[in-house]
């Protein structure tokens, strides 16, 4: 791979035992990232102290209790250490950078075999899964930056190339240094997963701004300035771009394909040793060596699989999603299956080796959790229900479903049930499109499929292509009902502070009728416009300012300092009012005469220095703050807190995300699903939208708490289908696991 003119490249190094050479941008990118990933660490960190705390407090027992103040201790007095330690790895990942894809220790031990490969410890392997899906998700999310700066990268460090790429801010190093420095803490598995948790969302989920600070400065230094991706690409068509550079990408997307496949091949791994250790503890035999029976070869079993028409039987109507989902029991069907197949055969009985009746086993596991996951809507659970039998021909023939998350069926289910999630029971299945072309594509994989995985790879790029001229669509009618929300409830907002503001002004004092009547139908309109523009042009504590000075200008002043100040602001105050009355278009006609009448009670209060009268409706004393004091009213909602069980449920809705799936149930039994369009913080409220970007509910922080402690709205879950299922299943394993 040739270099690029003009870049310092790491050619020299220092004497032994020194840190290598770093060329000028890559020590700048060096210094930005480790900068930026620390103020990101401590946000995490102070957001495990108060989820530390919020479980103390929520403890069901004192010794729960004094666990978790002992965590939250322990974290506390480690945290500079676990910070610098951190930091310390990262420098080191530029200094010295692994291959990506592959993690900076031998936790998970990816390369090794399933019969070598050792069970390992519940909690490692907890944890080391909840690393697996984090750097996962990473790569997919930021996966254009990261390519791109994979391969500048691998231009820059001696002895990388597209067949050993480097990238010092790959995810998965990131979450292992991670891991290395909280290993020295002294706390339960429980505190760690929620460590992890939230270096997921406080660290990882931001590495964006901090990839494609890493790509400018490369750009500006003139590595590979003109990036460009050419997609996929036959493998003739590389083979005579040679050296080109167009084609450098493609290689780094294969090299990213085989390090998810890696992880997942490691997970995959780990579940298939549960199993084997779930059959030695039951003392059964090889099945190989008993001479009574005939093992089935893997290429007879795919033939059969591929002979065999689908178990479900199909509804007359033709409307696949009638029903109830449909549950098959997998092993016994190929039981079956091999049985009659194997009818007239030399007497020994058929069965199934000890691979490939793991493999029926999770397929059979994975629809468990599908057909039990409440975050798919019924129609489109019942529809995927029907893929049980096309996707176990898919397994049994390419055990690359389960070690790649690009696997062309993998990603077509993740598709089917990420679009179906807010699919409601409600809406017409005959008039709806996306239902349709869920429907249609479950369709052709039953009728279509005879054991050629390209055909997933072809409904995916249709299933996709749809999607994507449907979001665009939707995209454009949510921004316009977001856009429209956002001014509608400001002033709403606007119009409430305004409102509320002068009640308790006007109400303080018995003011004359024509300052009354200025105030309510004259000056409330200068405020209303001053609130809707305070963060262009911060004028509202101004315009509050004018109704103080006005209504202490009509106050008693007998001492000569104040009656002094009182000739000095007059006549500035007057301008003020009409300024303000001009800009919002007051009457013009009556502007003249509503000053004049401004004047002449100013004047005569002045003259006569007579004092106003308390009004006995005041609703807060004179000596209380006037100026800002609706805006210092509690907020809707605070005096929850006191309620032990608000905070939860108030702490779930402050973690909802901009797109998060939820369901709301009716008093009535009716649901409907929707999604989180914008959260409009000056009036502390959430507005959701349907799939088609029309707003269908709006709830302030206290009333979608209310409703999630009544059990009438849900949070769905947002990640990968396939993905959640096998995290169910090690779940499931490891509790059953002796």
């Known amino acids: 791979m040739n270099k690029q003119p003009g870049i310092h490249y790491l050619r020299e190094h220092q004497d032994a035992g020194t840190a290598k050479a770093l060329p000028a941008e890559v020590t700048r990118i060096r210094d930005t990232v480790v900068a930026g990933l620390s103020d990101l660490l401590q946000g995490a960190f102070d957001a495990v102290d108060d989820s530390i705390f919020e479980l103390a407090n929520n403890a069901r027992s004192n010794n729960e209790q004094n666990r978790h103040f002992e965590a939250m201790r322990e974290i506390r007095i480690k945290r500079k250490g676990v910070e610098k330690q951190f930091q310390s790895a990262v420098i080191s990942l530029f200094s010295d950078p692994p291959q990506s894809g592959q993690p900076t220790t031998d936790i998970s031990r990816p390369t090794d075999t399933a019969e070598s490969l ?19 998700k990473a790569r997919v999310h930021f996966q254009g930056p990261l390519l791109q700066l994979q391969t500048r990268f691998s231009q820059i460090y001696p002895g990388a190339s597209d067949q050993t790429p480097v990238n010092p801010l790959a995810p998965e190093h990131l979450c292992e240094a991670f891991a290395n420095a909280i290993e020295g803490l002294d706390i339960n598995l429980r505190e760690r997963l929620i460590l992890l948790k939230q270096y997921d969302r ?34 003739q068509k590389t083979a005579r771009a040679g050296t080109d550079r167009n084609s450098e990408p493609t290689t780094q997307v294969a090299q990213s394909e085989q390090s998810d496949g890696r992880d997942n091949n490691a997970l995959f791994d780990q579940i298939r040793q549960m199993l084997a250790n779930q059959r030695t503890s039951a003392d059964m035999p090889v099945r190989s060596s008993d001479p009574n029976l005939r093992v089935v070869a893997d290429h007879e079993l795919v033939d059969l699989l591929n002979r065999m028409t689908s178990a479900a039987p199909r509804p007359i109507n033709g409307n696949l999603s009638d029903g109830d989902p449909i549950v098959l029991d997998l092993r016994h069907l190929v039981q079956q299956m091999i049985a009659k197949a194997d009818a007239g055969g030399d007497g020994r009985e058929p069965a199934l080796n000890e691979a490939d009746e793991d493999l029926i086993n999770l397929v059979s596991m994975l629809f468990e959790f599908i057909l039990d996951d409440y975050n798919l809507s019924a129609p489109v659970q019942v529809l995927i229900s029907r893929l049980q039998i096309p996707i176990l021909k898919v397994v049994l023939k390419d055990k690359g479903f389960f070690n790649k998350s690009t696997h062309p069926a993998r990603r077509l289910l993740n598709s089917l049930a990420r679009s179906g999630i807010g699919w409601s029971s409600s809406d017409e299945k005959a008039k709806d499109k996306l239902y349709n072309q869920i429907h249609t594509t479950v369709q052709r994989i039953l009728d279509d499929f005879d054991g050629d995985i390209s055909l997933f790879e072809t409904l995916n790029e249709e299933f996709e292509a749809f999607l994507e001229k449907e979001n665009r669509r939707a995209s454009l009618v949510e921004q316009r009902t977001r856009e429209s929300e956002r001014g509608r409830i400001k002033s709403q907002k606007a119009q409430e502070t305004v409102d509320q503001l002068l009640k308790e002004k006007v109400a303080r004092y018995k003011l004359p009728n024509t300052i009354d009547n200025i105030l309510i139908n004259g000056w409330s309109r200068v405020l209303f416009l001053a609130y809707l523009r305070d963060d262009t042009e911060h004028r509202w504590k101004d315009r509050v300012r004018v109704v103080d000075d006005l209504i202490w200008c009509l106050r008693p002043h007998r001492d000569d300092h104040e009656r002094d100040q009182w000739v000095r602001l007059v006549p500035k105050l007057l301008k003020e009012i009409r300024s303000g009355l001009e800009e919002v278009s007051y009457n013009s006609s009556r502007l003249d005469d509503m000053m004049g009448q401004i004047k002449v009670e100013l004047t005569e209060a002045f003259r006569t220095n007579a004092d106003i009268e308390a009004s006995p409706k005041s609703l807060s004393g004179p000596d209380q703050p006037e100026a800002g004091a609706a805006q210092n009213k509690p907020r809707p909602g605070q005096q929850y807190f006191e309620d032990a069980t608000m905070p939860e449920y108030i702490g779930q809705i402050d973690n909802l995300s901009i797109g998060h799936w939820v369901e709301f149930r009716l008093i009535n039994g009716a649901s409907f699903r929707c999604k989180l369009s914008a959260v409009i913080e000056e009036a502390d409220t959430f507005v959701f939208v349907n799939r088609m970007g029309l707003k269908v509910i709006e709830k302030n922080r206290t009333e979608l708490a209310q409703e999630m402690r009544r059990g009438r709205l849900t949070l769905l879950a947002q990640g990968a289908l396939i993905d959640r299922a096998l995290n169910a299943v090690v779940g499931n394993l490891r509790n059953k696991t002796p």
């Open 118 to 136: 050792s069970l390992l410890e519940n909690d490692a392997l907890e944890e080391q899964v909840a690393l697996n899906a984090m750097a996962n």
């Open 202 to 235: 406080y660290v990882i989920s931001n590495l964006g701004m901090l990839l494609d600070e890493a790509n400018r400065i490369l750009i500006q230094a003139g590595v590979i300035p003109n990036f460009r991706h050419h997609g996929k690409v036959s493998t």
